[in-house]
């Protein structure tokens, strides 16, 4: 019998359609058949037809939402065992004690900081110390002492009479060699012409930290060991103690601040001489900020530039900013325009359009192959492993040969393996599903090709940003905001020669 089933679609059948879609459950024997007339055979083979397209087209949506649904099923393993594979940070942001001590002598070290610029900036005479101001307790007499004369280099007046010796003034600095301290007495003669009653005295000898009372030595220890070694300052407040004076914390914090500021010149001037360079290295590292008052961290970024990994000088220059935005790079290059080596960030992404040059990283695209070999085995993710391999071969060859050298070797061993690489990865993605971890990972290198493979045009450029990263993993210091618009407000940053 006829029915006119949910889906709207006429089927003969036994039972009225309950399906919603329109299944028919044909019931008809040959004699039916054979009475059926022409048009009514016609209209059965219609409904059978139609029956069979609504059919097909589920079956092709069915697949389509299984494809997807595998795609994304592999994706989410492959995140979760990269995720995996990282170590992560303490779940709780409120700091311990020792992070604690850590926020207290960055306070203290930015404090030194911005009172010494201010006195920089300051138009008004200097005028005396306030009588309230606590004094300067006396080095322990029981230190080595070592005493460094400043006398005149005559002692003969202008006038041609011989000058006498009425006293001296004294000033002490304290020195460090590591498990001793000594004090520095410097001497400072004061003569005196017995006709013409004229005085001179020695000039009084530059000091990093103007009437205090750590030597040079002493600082560059401080400061090396706190940035280089990783010793927080507590930690060298207690070293300090076993060698027989125990300095405060918060006298290390102030010398540290201090030091900072009357290092900036070098600072600018390491800048000035990376920006001469046609080769640049960057790259922006996330660390910890701490926010005074609240104990907790948030999100600030190291960014850091040096010179191309084939450039004569090594240096690097830090540029501390609160966020990620592209304008920090923009600001400190400008107006530089060379080549850029880099990652796929899109804070960048303006300077291309500004005249620089960008240069790919093939160490990032090697690393989407890799964390996805890690995660699932898959073959594809060997393969280009197997060919980036090839790649690095090369370079380890070049990395000593002269330009001309290095330019023939990658021209003629380098560039055949990046052409086979591109066509393989293009015959791969056009088999692979999109949204996959694979196709991702295709798409990071087909999408910056040109970037990546321009090294092998120039000897100058290299073929990662591996030197960059090296440096980005320096620690150095943890900065507060308060030393964030010190910072920002002179231009500065931190520099490493």
Known sequence: MWCEPVCGNRC????????????????????QLQDMSADELRALALELMSEVQAKQHIVDRTEAALRFSDAKLAQLTHEMAVLKRWKFAARSEKLSHEQQSLLDETIDSDLAAIELELERLSTEPKTKDAPNKPRRAPLPANLPHVNVHHEPESTVCGCGCELKRIGEDVSEKLDYTPGVFTVERHVRGKWVCAHCETLTQAPVPAHVIDKGIPTAGLLAHVLVSKHGDHLPLYRQERIFARAGLAIPRSTLG?????????LQP???ALKEKILKHRVLHADETPISMLSPGKG????????TYCPGAFEQMKAVVYDFAESRAGEHARAFLDPWRGHLVCDDFAGYKQLFAQGVTE??????????????????RSQIAEDALRYISQLYDVERE?????????LELRQRCARPVAEALHTWMVLQRAHVNEGSSIARALDYSLRRWAALTRYLDDPQLPVDNNTCHAASGMSWIMPTPRLCRVMHARGGGYGLS
């Not at 003969?12 to 004699?31: K, N, S």
């Not at 102030?254 to 009357?262: D, R």
């Not at 240069?359 to 699932?376: E, N, Q, T």
Request: with cysteine.
């Open 12 to 31: 003969v059948c036994q039972y009225p359609c309950r399906t919603g879609f329109g299944t028919l459950l044909v019931m008809i024997d040959r004699t």
């Open 254 to 262: 102030q010398w540290v601040g201090m030091c900072g500021v009357q």
């Open 266 to 268: 070098l600072v600018d």
């Open 296 to 303: 907790k961290t948030h999100r600030a970024y190291l960014w």
């Open 359 to 376: 240069v790919g990283c093939l160490a990032h695209a090697r690393r989407k192959f890799y964390d996805l070999h890690v995660a699932s």
């Open 398 to 406: 070049a990395r000593d040969l002269s330009p001309e050298n290095r």
